[in-house]
């Protein structure tokens, strides 16, 4: 069960309201350094986590935005999807 970055309503992986994928809270927070362009060395120590678990998290955002890569495209989608606020 996640929060719905647009509504706020409680989903489990999607929100049928905004149509947009639910987020855990270790993918919110490495979505928003991805923005803020830490690579993910920089962001294993910011939230704490091995490395190999910031990638994992990657590509899991990746795939839930329909992201062509781990990096700059995930964040574009992020955007597009109103899921990160500009
Ligand atoms: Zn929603």
């Given at each position: 069960m996640g929060k719905c970055d647009k509504c706020g309503v409680e989903f489990?992986?999607?929100?049928?309201?905004?149509?947009i994928p639910i987020l855990t809270d270790l993918e919110r927070k490495v979505l928003i350094l991805i923005a803020r362009g830490l690579n993910s060395i920089e962001i294993a120590s910011e939230v704490n986590y091995s490395v190999s678990t910031v990638k994992k998290t990657r590509r899991s955002l990746s795939k839930k935005l329909l992201s062509?890569?781990?990096g700059p495209n995930t964040v574009a989608r992020a955007y597009d999807l109103g899921i990160l606020a500009h």
């Open positions: 489990e992986t999607l929100c049928p309201l905004c149509t062509k890569d781990i």
